[in-house]
């Protein structure tokens, strides 16, 4: 039998905020649910496992009996068989889903069969964008893996038609290309800006970015995460993960990312006069998206500081969204609390499920600024998140897939509200 969900009462708190005339609950999952074909590539990862919990026909029904079970209103789905595809959308799509597939780049000599997936209630969302991106470009050392991301834009069914952007990526698992990892990050990171900020709202719009991250919490790539900012001068490439000991030798040097996409400076792309007056002048990073999808209300005009952004730092790599994790990851003795997959002997977090506008409060936007308090831009909560198994009852369970388990990782899975003005 599947794992049964662990959530506590989700929406312990039912009171709406001051402020806000709607509130519309719904939750997530996110799940790396082991691609067949790297299975059968990598077999001997999977030694001493019973050879029926290895096979599709074994797995999968496990694998959508226990999402049935969590009934997640979104479902990012990682190393996803394009195979699958048309049986999850018939099996979801009688439950009111509909989804959008976004596979690997085709690379030669580097074939993959899977990619990214997302399932969606279409009872409560439809589709606005779908703007998602392979992350291999020709003749780019730090984008020469087939890797890909889904970044698309949900509108709710409600009054207002709240939009809500939601990521989705596995990044490249190397422990000691890190270098790799911060670029592709670097890329996706460009897409979601230039994304949300096509909206042209104060605060711009909610995100959640799911995925297989390949990243330990506390890692120097979880720390731009978090924290919106790295100094990568100094640092090994192995360290940037967490995944191994790595030491610092100094290999990352300045203008890594210089191209076209994004900068060492900041990962939203600029045009070249914006990069001369930003060598020349303190000054606020811009998108270079000009597309405006919606007319600013004066109340919006007024909060001019939602659009300020982290200044230039060559040899620093960041972003202006405010992003926490669903998951503490770590408690006070600085010991992992939960981990997302066990393969062999190997129990660790790489899975996340991040989000945005947690720290929001009335008549502050998402960058932390006081703004007008008719401020337009909608709160995102946390109400509650499955509690997943610690290394010790994971190790405990045995080795994945299972009986149990139908993937070597464990489905994350978080319940959220969404306020509206």
Known sequence: MPVQPRVA????????????????????????????????????????????????????????????????????????????VAMFK??????????????????WGQSKDDGCFILYNANKFSLVCDNSVGLYREGERLLDKPNTCQVIVLQCKDEEKTELCIANTHLLYNPNRGDIKLAQLGVILNKIQNTTNAAKRCGSMPVIF????????????????????????????RAVSGQKPGRSNGNFKKGLWDTAEFHEWGLVGRSCEDIMRGSTEEGNQQSTVQEVTKTPTESDKQCLRCNEQKSYNPGTLSHSFKFNSSYTHIEEDGLTQECTTYIQSDHRTVD?????????????????????????????KLEAR??????????????????????DHQCLHAAFSLHVK
């Open 9 to 84: 009462s989700p929406y312990s708190n039912n009171k709406v905020e001051t402020g806000y005339k709607e509130r519309l609950d719904f939750s997530v999952a996110s799940y790396n649910v082991l691609s067949q074909k790297l299975l059968q590539d990598n077999r001997y990862l999977y030694r001493k496992i019973k050879s029926e919990y290895l096979e599709v026909g074994y797995r999968i029904p496990h694998i959508v009996a226990e999402l049935h079970a969590y009934q997640s209103d979104i479902i990012c789905f990682q190393e996803f068989d394009y195979q699958q």
């Open 90 to 107: 018939a099996v979801f799509g009688r439950h009111g889903y509909e989804g959008v597939f976004q596979p690997k780049p085709n690379v």
């Open 210 to 237: 799911c995925g297989d991250f390949n990243t330990c919490p506390n890692a120097p790539l979880y720390t731009l995460m978090k924290e919106g900012r790295l100094r990568y001068i100094g640092l090994d490439p």
């Open 352 to 380: 996340y499920i991040w989000y945005t506008n947690d720290v929001q409060q009335e008549g502050h936007c998402v960058h932390g600024h006081t703004c007008n308090t008719h401020c337009s831009a909608p709160l995102l």
């Open 386 to 407: 499955r509690r997943l198994l610690t290394g010790t009852e994971v190790k405990g369970m045995g080795k994945q897939p299972n009986h149990i388990l139908g993937s």
